[in-house]
């Protein structure tokens, strides 16, 4: 065997090979040598070089596979004695744990695109092990690009469940990047609080925008830290308030209808099924012809729509003095309707009509962390969930973040 040639095909720095334990059809079991060897061992615990060696011992990684063959290597590890105490192993750069450092970024990079399962069937290895590898990975990549913070211009800020209970994940996304920058395995106020701390007062006063779903918690954290910013209702949340306080008066209504046998035609057009032409927000022929009938078939549900509609021209105005007006009239013809989930949704918004109304001062919504969240419904669903909560919000940078290997090319 021509070890120079197989030495050359390696291309790992330093690295000679110096002869072959076992070689098959299918793997390549190599000696090697290391001429890092030459010099002091560096501590993995410290860092710093150590005149003193304590030990050697052999060790096998993993290389990536040479020809169609998975490559094994044999070296000798160093042991030095760390004068903050303890015996540690020598590092060496090109090394990552028991494996070379290029085949866990080949590990790292695969499972951006799927899940560990296939790339554990890919390389011959266990999920498990690939856990391992791809979680140390993202760890060291999130210690050099996350922290510290980076501090966003303008900012979006939500939420998505990650499991059953009430389980949520809080997304902190650069609307410029359009990455996720920082999250938290819980909610609330206290949770964006940590968020804002993590930054320094410097960094606050300089986010210009933060736009958010209007709850109560990431208002207030927002007000309180980041005092020069706009905050913004985006218009994609008050269209899901609006849709959902329509669905309640769809389900009202259905429910009379189903216990009144002279009111089949009615159940059928707010049957379950249908609820999608009612909800929908752009126009087309068989919602119109839905509306049509519902105007004489039932009053309530015909008068919702046309409130979801209405409010949805508020947004075609170009500036606040146009819409400010528009949103009072439309606040007071819900609270005149008589529909009790309009009536609510009402006074929500006009308690936060000046976070509604602050949209036409900075046209930024919160889209992108929609999207993101659709991205991480589809991360969770390929993965079957995730037991390690760590993990999975390692994972959300790593497909949404900074993190995504695409970033680096």
């Known amino acids: 065997m021509h070890f120079e040639t197989i030495t050359e095909l390696l291309n790992l720095p330093d690295i000679v090979v110096v002869d072959a334990l076992d070689c098959g059809d299918n793997h390549l079991h190599l000696v090697v040598d290391v001429a890092d060897n030459i010099g002091p061992p560096i501590c993995s615990w410290c860092g710093a070089e150590h005149t003193s060696v304590h030990s050697r011992g052999q ?237 004489q078939l039932n009053e309530p549900v015909y008068k919702a729509m046309l409130l979801k509609e209405q409010f949805a021209t508020i947004y075609e105005y170009r500036q606040k003095k146009d819409a400010q007006p528009a949103l009072r009239a439309w606040i007071g013809d819900a609270l005149r309707s008589g529909l009790a989930p309009f009536k609510e949704l009402a006074m929500k918004l006009f308690r936060k009509r000046h976070y509604v109304l602050n949209f036409f001062e900075q046209r930024i919504t919160s889209a992108i962390s929609e999207g993101i969240n659709n991205k991480i419904k589809r991360l969770k669903r390929m993965a079957y969930g995730y037991r390690d909560v760590a993990y999975f919000l390692l994972k959300i940078h790593q497909h949404c973040g900074l993190l995504n290997p695409r970033r680096f090319n």
Not at 243 to 255: F, H, P, Y
Request: net charge positive; charged share 30%; aromatic share 8%.
């Open 59 to 295: 060790m096998r990684a993993e290389d990536l596979p040479l020809l169609g063959r998975r490559v094994f290597l044999y070296l000798e590890k160093r042991k030095c004695r760390c004068p903050d105490g303890g015996i540690h192993v020598e590092h060496l750069t090109w090394l990552h744990g028991r494996y070379t450092r290029r085949f866990a970024e080949q590990i790292n990079r695969l499972t951006a695109i799927t899940t560990n399962t296939e790339a554990g069937w890919f390389f011959g290895l266990d999920d498990e092990v690939v856990y391992r590898i791809d979680r140390a990975m993202l760890q060291e990549k999130a210690d050099d690009l996350l922290a510290p913070t980076p501090a966003p211009r303008a900012m979006s800020v939500d939420e998505v469940a990650w499991k059953k209970g009430h389980s949520y994940v809080t997304n902190v996304v650069d609307i410029d990047k359009r990455a996720v920058i920082w999250n938290h395995d819980k909610h609330g106020k206290a949770v964006l609080d940590g968020f804002y701390e993590t930054l320094t007062e410097s960094e606050r006063a300089a986010i210009e925008v933060v736009a958010c779903d209007g709850a109560k918690g990431f208002l207030s954290s927002s007000r309180y830290y980041a005092k020069n910013a706009l905050i913004v209702l985006d218009h994609f949340h008050v269209k899901s308030y609006l849709s959902a306080a329509m669905d309640d008066v769809r389900k009202q209504e259905l429910a009379k209808a189903k216990k009144d046998s002279t009111q089949e035609e009615l159940a059928g057009l707010l049957h379950c099924k249908q609820r999608f032409i009612l909800l929908r927000n752009k126009p087309s022929r068989k919602k119109t012809q839905v509306l049509k009938r519902l105007e």
